[in-house]
């Protein structure tokens, strides 16, 4: 079973820039899609970002053009840069690796999740 690792969360004043990092463990993280959710405090957790095992991405609406995933398959490792940060964008931030390859917009695509990182802007 993978085993993911997020760090980089921290606190950013509105306007700045985060990037946060998912480390796997296991040997065939480079076959799996990847993706980023977040929680804030009293909502539902969200999709953010996913990334496949090819390169190919997509996004939430709330964060295109200005948040980035990207994946070093070297490394096991995928990333989240956030830019143009916003407090809305508050949250614990958690990746996860799918199971499928379709629908990774949704979170009955992913069975792996780690801890999460908190990310916090202020206004």
């Known amino acids: 079973q993978v085993q993911l690792v997020e760090s980089g969360g921290g606190l950013v004043q509105a306007g700045g820039s985060l990037r946060l990092s998912c480390a796997a463990s296991?040997?065939?993280?480079?076959?799996?899609?990847m993706g980023w959710f977040r929680q804030a405090p009293g909502k539902e957790r969200e999709f953010v970002a996913a990334?496949?095992?090819?390169?190919?991405?997509i996004y939430a609406d709330s964060v295109k053009g200005r948040f980035t995933i990207s994946r070093d398959n070297a490394k096991k490792t995928v990333y989240l840069q956030m830019n143009s940060l916003e407090p809305e964008d508050t949250a614990v931030y958690c990746c996860?690796?799918?199971?499928?390859?379709?629908?990774?917009?949704?979170?009955?695509?992913?069975?792996?999740w780690g801890q999460g990182a908190q990310v916090t802007v202020s206004s």
């Open positions: 990334i496949s095992w090819s390169g190919n991405t």
């Open positions: 996860a690796t799918a199971s499928r390859g379709a629908g990774l917009g949704y979170q009955d695509a992913y069975s792996n």
């Open positions: 296991g040997r065939t993280f480079s076959s799996y899609a």
